[in-house]
C-alpha cells in the first residue's frame, strides 16, 4: 500500500488534520472533490478562494459539523466519522471560530467561557472561572465577563468566542471567516488575538479573505476552487507568483483595492 | 436642547360613541326582549347559594358546589398542564428529530388529536383506555384510608379521595390532548433556534443531551412561554369537556346546580362569570410577568 495521508496521521503525532481524498455532496451538488490535505502541528494555514468553492464546508468538516460521504478523515489521530463519543472527544480538541460569533446569548461572557469546560472536563465552578477570566483577559475582554453577548460589539463578541474555544485548550483551532461579519474598524482586534495566537504556536486553520493577515501569519495558503485544492503551498510561493491560473485571478479581484 | 413635540393624546371621536350607543342599543334590546318577552322569574340568590353560602350553625360563610367546583377545575388544569407539558417537550423534541420514526410517531400523535373533536377523543380515551390503565398503573388500589390520602394535602392537591381514580383519568385525558398543541408550539420554540447555537454548541464538544439541556431548550422555553401561556388559559377553559365523562369540576356541577335549582340562566351567567374572572386574571398575570420579564432584559 501507498503511503496515503491517512495512514501518516495514524503513525505521525505531528500530523493533527489529514483530509484523505475527501468528497462531498449537497444533493447533488458536489462541494468537495477529493481534497488530500495535511496539517502538522504548530502549522498555520490560511484557505481562501471564491465564495461557494467549498472552503467552509472543507473547515467544517474537520469537526463534522458537516458530513463527509467518501474518504477518510483524522483529526488528532482518531477518525472522524459518525461514532458520536469519538466525536465528542476530537470536538474537544479542536476549538471552532463562526463567522456570525454564535456565542449563547442566554448566558454571560463568563458563562459562555466556562461551559464547556464544567460540562465536558466535569472542572468545579471556581477552577472553570479562572480559566475562562485567564482566558477572557488574554482576548482583553475580562472586564466585561458579567455582561450578554447583546451588549457587546461584534469585535468584542468574536474575542470571547475566541476564549470560549481556547477554554478547552483545543490542540487546533479552527476560523470560518471570523471577520467577514464584522465592521471594518473592529477587524483588527480580531485579527490581533489571532495573530498573538499564532505567534504562541497554535497549530490553526484559517478560512479568510485577509490576505494582510494570511501574508503576515501563515505558513502555507491553501487556495481553493470549485470544490478542489487548487494550490496548497507555502505563503511565499503563494504571493510571489508561484501560482496557478485560477488563484491569480483571484487575488487580483480581491487585492484590487 | 429642544423639546420633543408633545404628542396629542388620542381621544374618542363621535364616531366611537355612535359605535358605543349602537353596541348599548342592542344590548338593551335583549335585556327588553328577555325581561318582557321571555317572562322569566329571576332568582339569584338561589344560585349564589351554590357559590357560598351563609351556615347558622358555624357563623360562617362557607363554599359551596360551585366554588368546590373551580376549585377542581383548577387542580385538574394545574396536573394537566404538567402532564401536558411533559409530553409536550418530549414529543415537540422528537418532531425536530433527526430520527424518522421518532418523527413519525410524534407527527401521528399530534394529527391524530387535532383533526378528532376534543369530545370524540375524550370518550374514546375515557371508555377504552382508561378502564384499561387505571388498574394497571394501580390507581385504584390506593389505600383510601391512608394517613397521607385523608391528609389535608392531598385534598387540596387532588380533591376528594374517593374521586381520585376518576380525577386522574380526567386529568390525563385533557393532558393528552393539549400535550399535541403543546407539542407544537415547542416544536416551534425549537425551530425558532438557530442552526449556529446547534453548531456552537456542538463545536465546543458538548454531548447531545447537554446540547438541548444548557443551549437548545433555555432558549426555546423563553420564546414560547407567551404562547404557553395562552395555552394553560385555553387548558382551564377546555377542562369543561371533561364534565362529560363524569369528573366533578365547575360544568359539570353546574350542570347538577341548574337541575336542581331550575334557575339555568342564573347558574350559566354565574359560572360564565366565574370561568371569566379566573382566565381573564390569569391571562392579565402572566401577561404582566411577560412585561416584566422583557423588561429585565432590557
Known amino acids: 500500500m501507498t503511503h496515503t495521508p491517512a495512514t501518516a496521521s495514524k503513525t505521525d503525532p505531528n500530523i493533527l488534520i489529514s483530509f484523505d481524498g475527501v468528497s462531498k455532496w449537497f444533493d447533488n451538488f458536489q462541494a468537495l472533490r477529493d ?45 472522524v466519522y459518525g461514532n458520536m463519543k469519538e466525536l465528542e472527544k476530537v470536538r474537544r480538541e479542536v476549538g471552532m471560530v463562526f463567522q456570525s460569533f454564535n456565542l449563547f446569548p442566554h448566558m454571560s461572557i463568563l458563562e459562555n467561557v466556562t461551559l464547556a469546560p464544567v460540562r465536558n ?29 447583546s451588549q457587546l460589539s461584534g469585535g468584542q463578541q ?86 496557478g491560473e485560477r488563484a491569480q485571478i483571484f487575488l487580483s479581484k480581491i487585492l484590487q483595492h | 436642547m429642544t423639546e420633543p413635540p408633545v404628542q396629542p393624546r388620542r381621544r374618542l371621536t363621535i364616531v366611537d360613541y355612535i359605535c358605543f350607543g349602537l353596541v348599548g342599543v342592542i344590548i338593551a334590546y335583549a335585556v327588553y326582549r328577555v325581561s318582557d318577552v321571555l317572562v322569566y322569574n329571576w332568582n339569584w340568590s338561589r344560585v349564589f347559594n351554590f357559590v357560598i353560602y351563609y351556615d347558622e350553625e358555624t357563623a360562617r360563610y362557607v363554599p359551596n358546589l ?23 417537550l418530549v414529543m415537540g423534541y422528537m418532531r425536530t428529530s433527526k430520527n424518522l420514526a421518532m418523527r413519525m410517531i410524534s407527527r401521528c400523535y399530534v394529527e391524530l388529536v387535532r383533526n378528532i373533536p376534543p369530545v370524540v377523543f375524550i370518550f374514546i380515551f375515557y371508555f377504552f383506555l382508561s378502564g384499561q390503565l387505571m388498574p394497571l398503573i394501580g390507581i385504584d388500589d390506593i389505600d383510601k384510608h391512608g394517613d397521607f390520602v385523608n391528609s389535608s394535602v392531598f385534598y387540596t392537591l387532588f380533591g376528594d379521595p374517593r374521586l381520585f381514580s376518576n380525577f386522574v383519568a380526567g386529568a390525563l385525558c385533557l393532558a393528552l390532548f393539549e400535550g399535541a398543541y403543546i407539542t407544537e408550539i415547542v416544536r416551534a420554540g425549537i425551530q425558532s433556534i438557530t442552526k449556529g447555537q446547534w453548531e456552537a454548541a456542538r463545536a465546543v464538544g458538548l454531548s447531545p443531551l447537554n446540547v438541548l439541556r444548557d443551549i437548545i431548550f433555555p432558549q426555546a422555553i423563553r420564546k414560547i412561554l407567551p404562547p404557553l401561556a395562552g395555552q394553560f388559559i385555553t387548558l382551564i377553559k377546555d377542562s369543561a369537556i371533561v364534565s362529560l365523562i363524569s369528573i366533578q369540576e365547575l360544568t359539570f356541577l353546574a350542570t347538577e346546580v341548574a337541575s336542581t335549582t331550575t334557575k339555568v340562566f342564573e347558574t350559566w351567567i354565574i359560572v360564565g362569570a366565574m370561568y371569566f374572572v379566573l382566565c381573564y386574571s390569569f391571562a392579565t398575570l402572566f401577561g404582566h410577568l411577560e412585561k416584566r420579564s422583557m423588561r429585565a432584559r432590557r
Open chain 2, 66 to 88: 360551585l366554588l368546590e367546583g373551580i376549585a377542581t377545575t383548577l387542580r385538574l388544569a394545574f396536573w394537566a398542564t404538567i402532564v401536558a407539558a411533559t409530553i409536550g
Open chain 1, 158 to 243: 468574536q474575542r470571547v468566542a475566541i476564549a470560549r474555544a481556547l477554554a478547552m485548550k483545543p490542540r487546533v483551532m479552527l476560523f470560518d471567516e471570523p471577520t467577514s461579519a464584522l465592521d471594518p474598524e473592529m477587524i483588527n482586534e480580531v485579527l490581533d488575538v489571532m495573530t498573538e495566537l499564532a505567534d504562541e504556536g497554535m497549530t490553526m486553520m484559517v478560512v479568510t479573505h485577509e490576505m494582510g493577515f494570511a501574508r503576515e501569519v501563515a505558513d502555507r495558503v491553501v487556495f481553493m476552487d470549485e470544490g478542489r485544492v487548487e494550490e496548497n503551498c507555502s505563503k511565499d510561493e503563494f504571493f510571489t507568483g508561484g501560482r
Open chain 1, 121 to 149: 472536563i466535569k472542572l468545579s465552578r471556581g477552577e472553570a472561572n479562572e480559566i475562562a477570566l485567564h482566558y477572557l483577559e488574554r482576548v482583553q475582554i475580562a472586564d466585561q465577563a458579567d455582561k450578554f453577548p
Open chain 1, 35 to 79: 481534497i488530500n490535505l495535511l496539517v502538522k502541528q504548530g502549522e498555520r494555514v490560511v484557505v481562501c478562494g471564491p465564495s461557494g468553492s467549498g472552503k467552509s464546508t472543507m473547515i467544517r468538516c474537520v469537526n463534522q459539523l458537516e458530513t463527509h460521504q467518501r474518504g477518510v478523515i483524522h483529526v488528532c489521530g482518531r477518525e
